[in-house]
Protein backbone atom coordinates (compact mmCIF):
# COMPACT_ATOMS: atom_id res chain seq x y z
CA UNK A 1 0.00 0.00 0.00
CA UNK A 2 3.37 2.43 -0.23
CA UNK A 3 3.32 5.10 -3.10
CA UNK A 4 2.01 8.61 -3.20
CA UNK A 5 -1.14 9.35 -2.21
CA UNK A 6 -4.26 11.03 -4.53
CA UNK A 7 -7.74 11.95 -3.96
CA UNK A 8 -8.41 10.86 -7.73
CA UNK A 9 -6.51 9.51 -10.14
CA UNK A 10 -7.67 10.36 -14.05
CA UNK A 11 -6.68 7.78 -16.94
CA UNK A 12 -6.48 9.20 -19.98
CA UNK A 13 -5.51 12.75 -21.18
CA UNK A 14 -8.31 13.56 -23.83
CA UNK A 15 -10.46 16.15 -23.39
CA UNK A 16 -12.94 14.11 -21.03
CA UNK A 17 -9.75 13.21 -18.70
CA UNK A 18 -8.43 16.49 -19.08
CA UNK A 19 -11.26 18.20 -18.32
CA UNK A 20 -11.80 16.00 -15.27
CA UNK A 21 -8.34 16.54 -13.84
CA UNK A 22 -8.55 20.36 -14.17
CA UNK A 23 -11.99 20.89 -12.39
CA UNK A 24 -11.24 18.21 -9.61
CA UNK A 25 -7.82 20.50 -9.52
CA UNK A 26 -9.53 23.35 -9.31
CA UNK A 27 -12.12 22.31 -6.41
CA UNK A 28 -8.73 21.87 -3.97
CA UNK A 29 -8.30 17.95 -4.98
CA UNK A 30 -5.55 15.98 -5.75
CA UNK A 31 -4.99 14.64 -8.99
CA UNK A 32 -2.73 12.30 -10.79
CA UNK A 33 -3.65 12.71 -14.70
CA UNK A 34 -2.30 10.00 -16.45
CA UNK A 35 -1.38 9.67 -19.96
CA UNK A 36 0.10 7.41 -22.30
CA UNK A 37 0.98 10.52 -24.85
CA UNK A 38 2.63 10.30 -28.34
CA UNK A 39 -0.95 9.34 -29.88
CA UNK A 40 -3.48 11.13 -31.73
CA UNK A 41 -6.98 9.90 -31.60
CA UNK A 42 -8.30 9.73 -35.42
CA UNK A 43 -11.35 12.89 -35.45
CA UNK A 44 -12.71 15.16 -37.56
CA UNK A 45 -11.77 17.89 -35.11
CA UNK A 46 -15.38 19.98 -35.18
CA UNK A 47 -16.23 21.60 -32.25
CA UNK A 48 -19.33 23.92 -31.71
CA UNK A 49 -18.98 27.55 -30.65
CA UNK A 50 -20.88 26.58 -27.45
CA UNK A 51 -17.89 24.65 -26.84
CA UNK A 52 -15.82 27.47 -26.32
CA UNK A 53 -18.48 29.60 -24.13
CA UNK A 54 -19.45 26.36 -21.68
CA UNK A 55 -15.27 25.36 -21.18
CA UNK A 56 -13.54 28.78 -21.49
CA UNK A 57 -11.10 27.84 -24.40
CA UNK A 58 -9.79 30.61 -26.18
CA UNK A 59 -10.76 30.78 -30.03
CA UNK A 60 -7.00 31.05 -30.95
CA UNK A 61 -6.88 27.30 -30.39
CA UNK A 62 -9.09 26.97 -33.37
CA UNK A 63 -7.93 26.13 -37.00
CA UNK A 64 -10.76 26.60 -39.13
CA UNK A 65 -14.43 28.41 -39.37
CA UNK A 66 -16.26 26.45 -41.82
CA UNK A 67 -19.33 27.93 -42.85
CA UNK A 68 -21.06 25.25 -45.31
CA UNK A 69 -21.82 21.74 -44.57
CA UNK A 70 -22.14 20.04 -47.69
CA UNK A 71 -23.86 16.15 -47.52
CA UNK A 72 -23.99 14.38 -50.85
CA UNK A 73 -26.10 11.15 -51.76
CA UNK A 74 -25.06 8.06 -53.05
CA UNK A 75 -26.08 8.97 -56.59
CA UNK A 76 -24.10 12.20 -56.09
CA UNK A 77 -26.80 14.47 -55.41
CA UNK A 78 -25.49 17.11 -53.07
CA UNK A 79 -26.76 19.28 -50.57
CA UNK A 80 -25.49 22.83 -49.10
CA UNK A 81 -26.45 23.85 -45.84
CA UNK A 82 -25.38 27.30 -44.62
CA UNK A 83 -24.30 27.19 -40.43
CA UNK A 84 -25.90 30.93 -40.87
CA UNK A 85 -25.07 33.05 -38.20
CA UNK A 86 -21.72 31.16 -36.43
CA UNK A 87 -19.48 28.46 -37.47
CA UNK A 88 -18.16 25.36 -37.23
CA UNK A 89 -15.06 25.03 -35.43
CA UNK A 90 -11.81 22.65 -36.09
CA UNK A 91 -9.07 22.01 -33.73
CA UNK A 92 -6.03 19.60 -34.47
CA UNK A 93 -6.62 17.39 -31.45
CA UNK A 94 -2.96 16.65 -30.75
CA UNK A 95 -2.65 20.55 -30.46
CA UNK A 96 -5.96 20.82 -28.61
CA UNK A 97 -5.76 17.78 -26.24
CA UNK A 98 -2.28 19.19 -25.36
CA UNK A 99 -3.76 22.10 -23.97
CA UNK A 100 -6.35 21.08 -22.26
CA UNK A 101 -3.75 18.58 -20.05
CA UNK A 102 -1.35 21.72 -20.04
CA UNK A 103 -4.34 23.22 -18.44
CA UNK A 104 -5.13 20.46 -15.56
CA UNK A 105 -1.47 20.99 -14.40
CA UNK A 106 -1.83 24.64 -14.43
CA UNK A 107 -4.91 24.09 -12.32
CA UNK A 108 -3.11 22.02 -9.96
CA UNK A 109 -2.84 17.79 -10.95
CA UNK A 110 0.12 16.30 -11.27
CA UNK A 111 1.01 14.98 -14.59
CA UNK A 112 2.50 11.44 -15.44
CA UNK A 113 3.58 9.82 -18.73
CA UNK A 114 2.91 5.97 -18.44
CA UNK A 115 -0.13 2.73 -19.26
CA UNK A 116 -2.67 1.99 -17.07
CA UNK A 117 -2.34 -1.53 -15.91
CA UNK A 118 -4.36 -2.33 -13.06
CA UNK A 119 -5.96 -1.44 -10.16
CA UNK A 120 -6.55 -3.30 -7.02
CA UNK A 121 -8.68 -2.28 -3.33
CA UNK A 122 -7.39 -2.10 -0.26
CA UNK A 123 -9.52 -2.84 3.37
CA UNK A 124 -10.31 0.51 3.62
CA UNK A 125 -11.61 0.75 0.28
CA UNK A 126 -9.35 2.70 -1.17
CA UNK A 127 -7.62 1.97 -4.60
CA UNK A 128 -4.12 0.81 -5.32
CA UNK A 129 -3.60 2.26 -9.33
CA UNK A 130 -0.89 0.73 -11.07
CA UNK A 131 0.71 1.43 -13.98
CA UNK A 132 4.04 1.68 -16.22
CA UNK A 133 5.91 4.96 -17.20
CA UNK A 134 6.59 5.90 -20.45
CA UNK A 135 10.06 4.46 -21.89
CA UNK A 136 10.03 2.14 -18.96
CA UNK A 137 10.90 -1.94 -19.07
CA UNK A 138 8.24 -4.27 -18.76
CA UNK A 139 8.93 -5.19 -15.39
CA UNK A 140 9.10 -1.72 -13.80
CA UNK A 141 5.57 -0.56 -12.38
CA UNK A 142 4.74 2.23 -9.85
CA UNK A 143 1.94 1.99 -7.62
CA UNK A 144 -0.28 5.16 -6.43
CA UNK A 145 -2.76 5.21 -4.23
CA UNK A 146 -6.18 6.84 -4.80
CA UNK A 147 -9.65 7.63 -3.21
CA UNK A 148 -10.78 7.33 -6.17
CA UNK A 149 -10.42 6.50 -10.17
CA UNK A 150 -11.84 8.01 -13.47
CA UNK A 151 -11.28 6.03 -16.61
CA UNK A 152 -11.22 8.13 -19.31
CA UNK A 153 -8.83 6.20 -21.28
CA UNK A 154 -10.84 5.72 -24.69
CA UNK A 155 -13.74 3.19 -26.15
CA UNK A 156 -11.88 -0.10 -25.45
CA UNK A 157 -10.95 1.38 -22.20
CA UNK A 158 -8.78 -1.11 -19.60
CA UNK A 159 -10.43 1.31 -16.48
CA UNK A 160 -13.54 0.23 -17.84
CA UNK A 161 -12.52 -3.87 -18.56
CA UNK A 162 -11.82 -4.35 -14.96
CA UNK A 163 -14.43 -2.15 -13.66
CA UNK A 164 -17.33 -2.89 -15.13
CA UNK A 165 -16.80 -6.35 -17.10
CA UNK A 166 -20.49 -7.22 -17.59
CA UNK A 167 -21.10 -4.72 -20.14
CA UNK A 168 -19.38 -5.41 -23.25
CA UNK A 169 -19.15 -1.89 -26.07
CA UNK A 170 -19.98 -1.91 -29.60
CA UNK A 171 -18.06 0.09 -31.54
CA UNK A 172 -17.53 2.31 -34.86
CA UNK A 173 -13.85 1.90 -36.44
CA UNK A 174 -12.98 4.91 -37.93
CA UNK A 175 -9.64 5.77 -39.65
CA UNK A 176 -8.84 9.13 -41.79
CA UNK A 177 -5.80 10.78 -43.34
CA UNK A 178 -4.35 14.05 -42.49
CA UNK A 179 -3.23 15.92 -45.92
CA UNK A 180 -2.07 19.13 -46.82
CA UNK A 181 -4.27 21.04 -48.05
CA UNK A 182 -4.80 22.32 -51.83
CA UNK A 183 -3.41 25.60 -52.05
CA UNK A 184 -6.52 26.90 -53.49
CA UNK A 185 -10.09 26.02 -53.70
CA UNK A 186 -10.66 23.08 -56.51
CA UNK A 187 -14.34 21.58 -57.83
CA UNK A 188 -14.50 19.11 -54.90
CA UNK A 189 -13.13 21.12 -52.47
CA UNK A 190 -13.45 24.33 -50.39
CA UNK A 191 -11.64 25.48 -47.55
CA UNK A 192 -14.36 26.57 -45.51
CA UNK A 193 -17.48 23.80 -46.28
CA UNK A 194 -17.30 20.28 -44.62
CA UNK A 195 -17.95 17.59 -46.56
CA UNK A 196 -20.26 14.68 -45.72
CA UNK A 197 -20.70 11.19 -47.83
CA UNK A 198 -23.59 9.21 -47.41
CA UNK A 199 -22.64 6.17 -49.69
CA UNK A 200 -22.43 2.41 -49.29
CA UNK A 201 -18.85 2.38 -51.26
CA UNK A 202 -17.09 4.68 -48.41
CA UNK A 203 -19.29 3.29 -45.60
CA UNK A 204 -21.47 0.62 -45.73
CA UNK A 205 -23.33 1.97 -41.90
CA UNK A 206 -21.79 5.15 -41.33
CA UNK A 207 -20.76 7.85 -43.63
CA UNK A 208 -17.32 9.23 -44.84
CA UNK A 209 -16.20 13.19 -44.47
CA UNK A 210 -13.61 15.88 -45.78
CA UNK A 211 -13.04 18.15 -43.36
CA UNK A 212 -10.65 21.30 -43.81
CA UNK A 213 -8.35 22.45 -41.30
CA UNK A 214 -6.69 25.20 -42.79
CA UNK A 215 -3.03 24.02 -43.78
CA UNK A 216 -4.30 20.75 -43.15
CA UNK A 217 -7.20 18.50 -44.44
CA UNK A 218 -8.93 15.12 -42.35
CA UNK A 219 -10.37 12.89 -44.73
CA UNK A 220 -12.26 9.93 -43.46
CA UNK A 221 -14.79 7.28 -43.08
CA UNK A 222 -16.38 4.92 -40.26
CA UNK A 223 -18.00 1.98 -40.11
CA UNK A 224 -18.76 -1.14 -37.48
CA UNK A 225 -18.07 -3.59 -40.50
CA UNK A 226 -14.28 -4.89 -39.57
CA UNK A 227 -13.86 -6.42 -42.76
CA UNK A 228 -14.22 -3.15 -44.73
CA UNK A 229 -11.59 -1.80 -46.63
CA UNK A 230 -11.31 1.69 -45.12
CA UNK A 231 -7.88 2.67 -46.56
CA UNK A 232 -9.14 1.38 -50.02
CA UNK A 233 -12.11 3.41 -49.34
CA UNK A 234 -10.41 6.58 -48.55
CA UNK A 235 -7.65 5.81 -51.92
CA UNK A 236 -11.15 5.68 -53.70
CA UNK A 237 -12.35 9.03 -52.31
CA UNK A 238 -9.39 10.95 -52.62
CA UNK A 239 -9.40 10.02 -56.04
CA UNK A 240 -12.60 11.42 -57.17
CA UNK A 241 -11.85 14.48 -55.83
CA UNK A 242 -8.81 15.12 -57.33
CA UNK A 243 -6.72 14.86 -54.02
CA UNK A 244 -4.18 12.47 -54.51
CA UNK A 245 -0.27 12.87 -53.28
CA UNK A 246 0.68 15.19 -55.98
CA UNK A 247 -2.13 17.50 -55.17
CA UNK A 248 -2.63 16.75 -50.82
CA UNK A 249 0.63 15.21 -49.83
CA UNK A 250 -0.29 12.73 -46.88
CA UNK A 251 1.15 13.64 -43.84
CA UNK A 252 -0.04 10.64 -41.24
CA UNK A 253 -2.76 7.89 -41.62
CA UNK A 254 -4.61 7.33 -37.71
CA UNK A 255 -7.10 4.82 -36.85
CA UNK A 256 -9.10 3.81 -33.71
CA UNK A 257 -12.59 2.45 -32.41
CA UNK A 258 -15.32 4.88 -31.13
CA UNK A 259 -18.24 3.88 -29.17
CA UNK A 260 -21.32 3.67 -31.34
CA UNK A 261 -23.47 3.06 -27.72
CA UNK A 262 -23.49 4.89 -24.37
CA UNK A 263 -22.64 2.47 -21.53
CA UNK A 264 -25.61 1.67 -19.63
CA UNK A 265 -23.93 2.64 -16.08
CA UNK A 266 -20.83 5.06 -15.85
CA UNK A 267 -19.66 3.68 -12.54
CA UNK A 268 -19.04 0.55 -10.17
CA UNK A 269 -20.89 2.14 -7.27
CA UNK A 270 -17.56 2.49 -4.91
CA UNK A 271 -14.93 4.28 -6.72
CA UNK A 272 -14.74 3.53 -10.52
CA UNK A 273 -16.22 6.12 -12.80
CA UNK A 274 -15.86 6.59 -16.47
CA UNK A 275 -16.17 9.66 -18.86
CA UNK A 276 -15.61 9.91 -22.64
CA UNK A 277 -15.44 7.54 -24.73
CA UNK A 278 -14.87 4.96 -22.01
CA UNK A 279 -18.79 5.85 -21.18
CA UNK A 280 -19.88 5.47 -24.92
CA UNK A 281 -20.57 9.33 -25.01
CA UNK A 282 -20.48 9.73 -28.76
CA UNK A 283 -23.38 11.09 -30.76
CA UNK A 284 -24.55 8.45 -32.59
CA UNK A 285 -25.32 9.68 -36.31
CA UNK A 286 -22.80 12.53 -36.22
CA UNK A 287 -20.07 11.04 -34.31
CA UNK A 288 -19.59 13.74 -32.84
CA UNK A 289 -17.21 13.33 -29.48
CA UNK A 290 -15.04 16.19 -28.49
CA UNK A 291 -18.05 18.75 -26.86
CA UNK A 292 -20.48 15.52 -25.02
CA UNK A 293 -16.72 14.19 -23.98
CA UNK A 294 -15.47 18.03 -22.12
CA UNK A 295 -19.24 17.47 -20.85
CA UNK A 296 -18.99 14.08 -19.54
CA UNK A 297 -15.80 14.65 -17.72
CA UNK A 298 -17.11 18.18 -16.08
CA UNK A 299 -19.79 15.74 -14.90
CA UNK A 300 -17.90 13.21 -13.52
CA UNK A 301 -16.11 15.84 -11.50
CA UNK A 302 -18.50 17.35 -9.91
CA UNK A 303 -19.87 13.81 -8.86
CA UNK A 304 -16.73 13.01 -7.69
CA UNK A 305 -15.82 16.00 -5.73
CA UNK A 306 -19.27 15.44 -4.23
CA UNK A 307 -18.30 11.74 -3.13
CA UNK A 308 -15.29 13.25 -1.52
CA UNK A 309 -17.03 16.48 -0.01
CA UNK A 310 -19.94 13.75 1.85
CA UNK A 311 -17.41 10.57 1.97
CA UNK A 312 -20.25 8.67 0.11
CA UNK A 313 -19.64 7.35 -3.37
CA UNK A 314 -23.39 7.32 -4.10
CA UNK A 315 -23.13 10.28 -5.26
CA UNK A 316 -21.09 9.07 -8.23
CA UNK A 317 -24.01 7.81 -10.33
CA UNK A 318 -25.08 11.63 -10.62
CA UNK A 319 -22.63 11.82 -13.30
CA UNK A 320 -24.68 9.76 -15.77
CA UNK A 321 -28.11 11.21 -14.84
CA UNK A 322 -26.82 15.23 -14.87
CA UNK A 323 -25.44 13.96 -18.75
CA UNK A 324 -28.46 12.67 -19.80
CA UNK A 325 -31.14 14.87 -18.79
CA UNK A 326 -29.09 17.42 -20.81
CA UNK A 327 -28.40 15.15 -23.70
CA UNK A 328 -30.37 12.31 -23.45
CA UNK A 329 -32.95 13.10 -25.91
CA UNK A 330 -30.44 13.98 -28.18
CA UNK A 331 -28.98 11.21 -28.19
CA UNK A 332 -32.04 8.98 -28.54
CA UNK A 333 -33.31 10.82 -31.67
CA UNK A 334 -29.78 10.73 -33.56
CA UNK A 335 -29.97 6.84 -32.48
CA UNK A 336 -33.26 6.43 -34.54
CA UNK A 337 -31.81 8.57 -37.08
CA UNK A 338 -28.49 6.62 -37.68
CA UNK A 339 -30.55 3.14 -37.19
CA UNK A 340 -33.05 3.90 -40.41
CA UNK A 341 -31.62 6.49 -42.35
CA UNK A 342 -27.77 4.91 -42.52
CA UNK A 343 -28.95 1.28 -43.22
CA UNK A 344 -28.99 0.96 -47.22
CA UNK A 345 -28.34 3.68 -49.94
CA UNK A 346 -32.00 3.91 -50.66
CA UNK A 347 -32.20 5.59 -47.38
CA UNK A 348 -29.52 7.43 -47.57
CA UNK A 349 -31.01 9.05 -50.65
CA UNK A 350 -33.91 9.93 -48.95
CA UNK A 351 -32.00 11.27 -46.31
CA UNK A 352 -30.36 13.79 -48.12
CA UNK A 353 -33.64 15.36 -49.53
CA UNK A 354 -34.99 15.63 -46.56
CA UNK A 355 -31.52 17.79 -46.01
CA UNK A 356 -32.71 20.37 -48.57
CA UNK A 357 -35.53 21.19 -46.41
CA UNK A 358 -34.71 24.94 -45.32
CA UNK A 359 -37.03 24.12 -41.60
CA UNK A 360 -34.71 20.71 -41.24
CA UNK A 361 -31.54 22.83 -42.14
CA UNK A 362 -32.07 25.42 -39.57
CA UNK A 363 -32.91 23.62 -36.55
CA UNK A 364 -29.85 21.05 -37.55
CA UNK A 365 -27.62 23.98 -36.91
CA UNK A 366 -29.03 26.16 -34.35
CA UNK A 367 -29.06 23.09 -32.38
CA UNK A 368 -25.65 21.81 -33.67
CA UNK A 369 -24.43 25.74 -31.85
CA UNK A 370 -26.37 24.79 -29.14
CA UNK A 371 -26.11 21.59 -28.30
CA UNK A 372 -29.61 21.30 -27.28
CA UNK A 373 -33.05 20.37 -29.17
CA UNK A 374 -34.14 23.59 -30.68
CA UNK A 375 -37.39 24.47 -29.12
CA UNK A 376 -39.16 25.87 -32.73
CA UNK A 377 -42.25 27.06 -33.58
CA UNK A 378 -45.13 24.40 -33.74
CA UNK A 379 -45.87 24.39 -38.15
CA UNK A 380 -41.77 24.16 -38.40
CA UNK A 381 -42.02 20.48 -36.38
CA UNK A 382 -44.92 19.49 -37.88
CA UNK A 383 -43.54 20.43 -41.65
CA UNK A 384 -40.70 17.91 -41.09
CA UNK A 385 -43.00 15.65 -39.49
CA UNK A 386 -45.05 15.34 -42.54
CA UNK A 387 -41.77 15.15 -44.73
CA UNK A 388 -40.23 12.70 -42.75
CA UNK A 389 -43.24 10.56 -42.63
CA UNK A 390 -43.61 10.86 -46.47
CA UNK A 391 -40.23 9.78 -47.21
CA UNK A 392 -40.65 6.95 -44.95
CA UNK A 393 -43.74 5.63 -46.69
CA UNK A 394 -42.06 6.24 -50.31
CA UNK A 395 -45.22 9.07 -50.82
CA UNK A 396 -42.13 11.38 -51.72
CA UNK A 397 -39.53 10.46 -54.03
CA UNK A 398 -35.88 11.35 -53.46
Same mark, same amino acid.
Given at each position: ?60 ? &??? $??? =? %? ?5 ? #? !??? /???? +? ?14 ? &??? $??? =? %? ?5 ? #? !??? /???? +? ?276
Amino acid at each position: MSGPRYDVVVVGGGPAGATAAQELAQAGRSVLLLDRGGRVKPCGGAVPPQLLIDFDVPESL &LVN $RVD =T %ARILSPT #G !THV /DIPV +GDGYVGMVDREHFDEW &LRE $RAV =T %AGAERAA #G !TFT /DFTR +GPDGGLTVRYRPSGASAETVVSVRARYLVGADGATSKVARQALPEEKGSYVYAYHEIVESPSEPTEHFDPVRADVYYEGELSPDFYSWVFPHGETTSIGTGTAHRGFGMPEAMDALRARLGLGEDVAPTIRKEGAPIPLSQRSRWDDGTAVILAGDAAGVVAPSSGEGIFYAMTSGRRVAEAVDRCLATGSPKHLKSARRRFNREHGMVFFVLGVMQRFWYADDGRRERFVAICADPDVQRLTFEGYKRKKLVKADPLAHARIFLKNVGHLTGLVRA
